[in-house]
């Protein structure tokens, strides 16, 4: 999967760099955080690869560094459910050509619904673009479901709103998923996400205790569970192994079965429990 910064879309944008060959039939892509990414993104992610495989576009994702909530509501906001890596890692196994990362900025925001459009039209030959019924781009947002399919008709472009994914009565969203997350409910996450929930931790320092290794809880950009004892895997190197993790108000405590030593703990993921909270 090929990335591109929007800085680089920008200087193709502008003629300052020659747009990639594998542009020139035309791409077809989804924008958005794609916080899990969850069973609501895949939906569009399949409308994507849908609309490539039979038209011929490349398929690929416009997305951020971070969720925009830690963006815009950074003293309340409670943590990504993914790390870039990860979600890029998602988007390469379902079969993604591209992924244009935007690090998010108070320039970029001033960026006009239908201008973000044309840049992404010239820039990438946009021809086709799946979102949720409820996204909003450009400045303040003004950019809606009726704006984009007005400005795709005038551009010929294909937009698609496809229905919400429910879970339980409710829409699928990531703050849903978080929600369960912080009150331990691994379970519904699991069946939300299409997958356990895991902590990436290729650049946690854990500290050695005897059988027991801490991080503190700051280090992690991710959402964590409230205190409570969890049963969990570590995903090592070359296996994984099961063991118990406590949250503590400022630290996550693992305790290594049997005493053994870990090499670099790549990645905590949380087992559903039939009682969906621990």
Same mark, same amino acid.
């Given at each position: 999967m090929i990335l591109l910064t929007w800085a680089r879309i920008e200087r193709i944008f502008k003629g300052q760099e020659e747009r990639p060959d594998f542009?020139?039939?035309?791409?077809?892509?989804?924008?958005?955080?794609?916080? +899990?990414?969850?069973?609501?993104?895949?939906?569009?992610?399949?409308?994507?690869?849908?609309?490539?495989?039979?038209?011929?576009?490349?398929? &690929?994702?416009?997305?951020?560094?971070?969720?925009? &909530?830690?963006?815009?509501?950074? &003293?309340?906001?409670? +943590?990504?459910?993914?790390?870039?890596?990860?979600?890029?890692?998602?988007?390469?196994?379902?079969g993604m050509s591209f992924a244009v990362v935007?690090?998010?900025?108070?320039?970029?925001?001033?960026?006009?619904?239908?201008?973000?459009?044309?840049?992404?039209?010239?820039?990438?030959?946009?021809?086709?673009?799946?979102?949720?019924?409820?996204?909003?781009c450009g400045y303040r947002g003004a950019f809606g479901m009726k704006e984009i399919s007005d400005y795709s008709v005038c551009n010929g472009i294909t937009a698609q709103f496809?229905?919400?994914?429910?879970?339980?009565?409710?829409?699928?969203s990531s703050?849903?998923?978080?929600?369960?997350?912080?009150? &331990?409910?691994f379970c519904s996450a699991a069946e939300m996400?299409?997958?356990?929930?895991?902590?990436?931790c290729s650049e946690i320092a854990w500290n050695c205790e005897g059988s027991q290794f801490t991080a503190e809880r700051h280090s992690f950009l991710q959402a964590l569970p409230a205190d409570g004892e969890y049963d969990v895997v570590a995903i090592l190197p070359e296996n994984r192994m099961q063991m118990r993790l406590?949250?503590?108000?400022?630290?996550?405590?693992?305790e290594v079965p049997h005493g053994d030593t870990l090499p670099c703990i790549r990645a905590v993921e949380f087992i559903c429990n039939d009682l969906g909270e621990s």
């Open positions: 542009f020139s039939k035309g791409s077809a892509v989804t924008i958005g955080s794609f916080d +899990g990414p969850h069973i609501g993104h895949d939906v569009l992610f399949n409308e994507v690869l849908d609309a490539s495989e039979s038209c011929g576009y490349v398929p &690929g994702v416009i997305t951020f560094t971070h969720s925009l &909530g830690g963006y815009k509501r950074p &003293g309340a906001y409670e +943590g990504d459910l993914s790390t870039l890596d990860q979600r890029l890692e998602s988007f390469r196994e379902k935007i690090d998010f900025s108070a320039e970029f925001g001033k960026i006009k619904g239908q201008d973000f459009l044309r840049m992404l039209k010239e820039s990438c030959c946009l021809r086709f673009l799946a979102e949720g019924r409820d996204f909003r496809p229905e919400p994914v429910l879970f339980k009565g409710n829409r699928v703050s849903l998923i978080r929600s369960c997350i912080q009150r &331990g409910d996400l299409g997958h356990n929930y895991a902590l990436d406590t949250a503590e108000p400022h630290f996550l405590r693992l």
